[in-house]
């Protein structure tokens, strides 16, 4: 309590003491900016990570259920619904995976492809339509790798379908994939009837998905592999991680400069209070009391810096979200304004790295202040 008065007794009286007062408002001032820069920056970028996690959750299956040393799943095996009593799953849906030839207004290209339900015709990835010179109503010849036999032999299968669309290049996945109706599929992956390639989970919580392909894989046994949709994008993952630790770390190199001014603000206040220090320990203050008094001044400035930077901050951010304030084109990035997302986890690890930043660096100074020899400290007055 006696600390803490003195040092905000002290901290006030400074406005008289020019070299106190400049350091100490550097030091609130560079705390204020560092905070408030770093808290719009993680803003920022979860804003955008979070519109990019949504995209690759409404794109890519939560759970892939697929079959392990073997090419597909029977009728009888009846997959779906014992996936649907997995605790956790919302829907399984069949489908059947593999490569395809697939022909457009002469043009022949290889494609991956996808075969799903309540799909009425081919349905091509920009990226994928582009070489075949492919637009909506054209009519593509989709062949398959496997073969059937015929009177004059073994013969591709081939069917005919319609495109039904061109959609936008898919987020974070690897290679394209064209989708086209899981009866189609099952012909031309040569899959029985009622039979399926894997299965395409739907989970109630897609952020715990490591948990539930575990259930899966407890309830239905080694004879299948699942896989999340983590695993489907592990590199976009990794590196929206990545770029979210790398972000955090260069942006708090501005915290730790302005702490650096606190242990400036502590040094200054205890060189200039030196005779107050000593006039304490002669009346039988402690060296851990006078050592309290510049330790609280010092991480007084770096508290109330990292909260007016963190209002600051957190102000700016919903401020520029809710008013559009930074424009983009939706052609390239899928919606029209940058976004900011505040999440209160981010920023409670901001306040208190700052905090205790703040007190490391006044507590080395505060120390020294309270060890200098009072004879030698009188001596000078």
Avoid: C
């Amino acid at each position: 309590m006696i600390a803490r008065l003195l040092a905000r007794r002290y901290l006030l009286a400074s406005r008289k003491e020019a070299q106190v007062g400049v350091v100490a408002l550097a030091a609130l001032l560079g705390l204020t900016l560092g905070v408030a820069a770093l808290v719009v920056s993680i803003a920022l970028l979860s804003g955008f990570q979070t519109h990019i996690r949504s995209r690759l959750l409404a794109e890519t299956p939560h759970l892939t259920v697929t079959p392990a040393g073997r090419d597909a799943f029977g009728p009888e095996e009846r997959l779906a619904e014992r996936l649907r009593a997995v605790p956790g799953v919302i829907a399984a849906a069949p489908m059947a995976r593999g490569r395809l030839w697939v022909s457009v207004t002469g043009r022949t290209a290889p494609l991956a492809a996808v075969g799903r339900e309540h799909v009425t015709g081919l349905v091509l990835e920009l990226t994928q339509a582009r070489p075949l010179g492919a637009v909506a109503g054209d009519e593509a010849t989709v062949v398959s790798s496997r073969t059937r036999l015929s009177p004059l032999g073994p013969v591709p299968i081939a069917i005919v379908l319609p495109v039904e669309r061109v959609t936008a290049a898919s987020t974070g996945r690897r290679e394209p994939e064209a989708v086209l109706p899981l009866d189609a599929a099952r012909r031309l992956f040569a899959i029985p009837e009622g039979g399926a390639g894997g299965y395409e989970v739907t989970l109630a919580d897609p952020e715990h998905a490591d948990r539930a392909a575990r259930d899966v894989r407890a309830a239905l046994g080694p004879l299948v592999a699942v896989s999340t949709w983590e695993d489907a994008n592990r590199s976009l993952v990794l590196a929206l991680k990545l770029e979210r630790s790398v972000l955090f770390a260069t942006v708090f190199l501005i915290v730790i400069v302005a702490g650096l001014n606190l242990a400036a603000t502590s040094a200054v206040l205890a060189a200039t209070r030196a005779g107050d220090a000593a006039i304490l320990a002669v009346l039988g203050a402690p060296p851990r009391t006078v050592a309290r008094i510049f330790l609280a001044a010092g991480a007084g400035v770096g508290i109330l810096g990292t909260a007016a930077g963190a209002l600051i901050g957190t102000a700016a951010a919903l401020a520029l979200d809710a008013t559009r304030a930074i424009p983009l084109p939706a052609q390239l990035y899928s919606l029209g304004h940058v976004p900011f997302r505040v999440e209160p986890s981010a920023l409670a690890a901001v306040v208190a790295l700052s905090v205790l930043w703040s007190v490391a660096a006044s507590a080395f100074p505060a120390r020294a202040a309270a060890r200098r020899p009072v004879a030698e400290v009188l001596r000078a007055l």
